[in-house]
């Protein structure tokens, strides 16, 4: 199975600062197809997870562009501009190219300092 | 509106069975992959099973294999998760999703409880 790891566990920000999470896994996430299927989901306290991007670093829908991932290969990272309230929560990574299983991160809380 | 609607959870004890249910509307279900997402409480999510648009093709997390059972019935926009010979270590929220990276949106409902204890 793939181990995803992510860094650090817990990320104390200052409100419009920016902010950053990493995450290995423990193999290339490079699909045969080309692609590279690694996402990462926000999930507020109380709520449901919510997807924020999907390969690597294609925002989903609605998610405000001061979210951005990049990476390859098997590091890869979430990046907040300007950190806001509302995002405060845990960020997990997770992986859909060596299935099954989907694999997530152990989760990444961020709060605000 | 998009939608993933969980039922079915609920406290049983070691050994029981619960059947859970997520209703899809919104969007084109058949077309998706659909998966079961569980995730204990004040941890993180963990996979526990898929299954493809068809309901030909099921996988399941080795935790799981044999005791659960996903399936859908695509006439009635309907997922399942039979779940048998409940363990402690099962209890969780469960969630439907969908995880597809096919567009750029995902679908996950509001989770359904489950407490294995006796």
């Known amino acids: 199975d793939v181990v995803m790891t992510q860094s650090p566990l817990s990320l104390p920000v200052t409100l419009g600062q920016p902010a950053s999470i990493s995450c290995r896994s423990s193999?290339?996430?490079?699909?045969?197809?080309?692609?590279?299927?690694l996402s990462w989901f926000q999930q507020r306290p109380g709520q449901s997870p919510r997807r924020l991007i999907y390969?690597?670093?294609n925002r989903d829908s609605g998610v405000p562009d001061r979210f951005s991932g990049s990476g390859s290969g098997t590091d890869f990272t979430l990046k907040i501009s300007r950190v806001e309230a509302e995002d405060v929560g845990v960020y997990y990574c997770?992986?859909?190219?060596?299935?099954?299983?989907?694999?997530f991160g152990q989760g990444t809380k961020v709060e605000i300092k | 509106e998009v939608q993933l609607v969980e039922s079915g959870g609920g406290l049983v004890q070691p050994g029981g069975s619960l059947r859970l249910s997520c209703a899809a509307s919104?969007?084109?279900?058949?077309?998706?992959?659909m998966h079961w997402v569980r995730q204990p409480p004040g941890k993180g999510p963990v996979w526990v099973s898929h299954?493809?648009?068809?309901?030909?093709?099921?996988t399941y997390a080795d935790s799981v294999k044999g005791r659960f059972t996903i399936s859908r019935d695509n006439a009635k926009n309907t997922l399942y998760l039979q779940m048998n010979d409940l363990r402690a270590d099962d209890t969780a929220v469960y969630y439907c999703?969908?995880?597809?990276?096919?567009?750029?949106?995902?679908?996950w409902g509001q989770g359904t409880m489950v407490t294995v204890s006796s």
């Open positions: 999703a969908s995880l597809t990276t096919r567009r750029a949106f995902d679908i």
């Open positions: 919104g969007f084109t279900f058949s077309s998706d992959w």
């Open positions: 299954i493809n648009s068809d309901g030909s093709s099921t």
């Open positions: 193999q290339s996430l490079v699909h045969s197809d080309g692609n590279t299927y």
């Open positions: 390969k690597v670093s």
């Open positions: 997770m992986q859909a190219t060596h299935w099954p299983p989907w694999t």
